[in-house]
Structures are given as C-alpha cells and as structure tokens.
C-alpha cells in the first residue's frame, strides 16, 4: 500500500505529531525545574543555634547567623568547653557560601577565624585560629523558623602563646537548634 494524501488519517498524523512535540520539549521542562527548584530562597535573614544536648557534656555554643547575599552569610560564635580542671573557649567570625543560592538552609562550605583560649590549674593560654568547614542546614515548619544544622571541618591554631608552633584539630557540629527570625 502506498502512502498518499488520501489515505492517510489527518486525526492520527496530528496525535503523532502531538505526541512527538510532546517527547521534545517535557526533557527540556523537566531539567529547568530540577535546576530552579534545587532549593527556594527565604525571606527570614538570620538565625540563633545552639546544642542544648551538649550542655550535659560541659560543653555550650551559641552561634548567630546572618544573610549577606542570597548565596552567602556571615557571623559569629562562641563555645565553652570544661573538662576535669581546664576550660577551653573560643569566640569566632565566619563567613558561609550556599552554592544553590538559598542563604540559611541547604549545603554550604565555609571559613572561620578567632581566637581561642585554654585555661587550668592557674595557668592559661590563648592563641589565634582559621579554619574551613562543611555543612548542612535546614529551616523546617509552615513558617521555616525551626533551624538545624550540621557541619564538620577543620581549625589550625597558631600565634598567641604557642610561638612557633602550630596545632590542626577537627571541629564538629553535631546538631545545633535555632530559631530565624
């Protein structure tokens, strides 16, 4: 049989092409809405942390954080940590880039600097330190206030009283708690 105007379906020939049309653009529309739908912005600007968990261990942190740019943040922390006779404590600045555009809530890679001090048994100590980290955060409820986050990296300490030697030492933030406002 041969194909010819008259024979051929004009209802079918413009569902294959439907269909067709259809098959060319959907891979287009699904990509653009993985990519812009990665992680949406928020409107809140800052967050407060802590880890209440970890104060049955001597050990407390607070932390606030505020949006720079809709990719990035920057603030300041402080923790204190006790064992057997000695306290250790830090105060820090630090800055956080949020590669998927959404400052406050997805991953992020970051760095920090402070200073940090050891103290015991009459003496103490204090030195400067920077520092890079990684993590994670999420805003959860119908407002996206509740604030979690994690995160691991590194810190070297130097200068103060160490003179000229220097210490790299991991950092953990197992889970901090907050509120954005």
Known sequence: MQFTHENINPPRTSRISALAALLLIAPAALAAQEAAGTKAPVALNQVISSNPLALMFKYGNVEFERKHTGSSTFGLSASSL???DATYRNAQVFYRY???GAALT???IGGRGGVHRVSGEGQSAHAFGFGVELGYAWLLGAQRNFAISL?????RLFGGDLKDFSVVFPTVRLINLGWSF
């Open 106 to 108: 997805s991953f992020y």
């Open 98 to 100: 949020y590669p998927q």
């Open 151 to 155: 995160g691991v990296g590194a810190t």
């Open 82 to 84: 006790g064992f057997n």
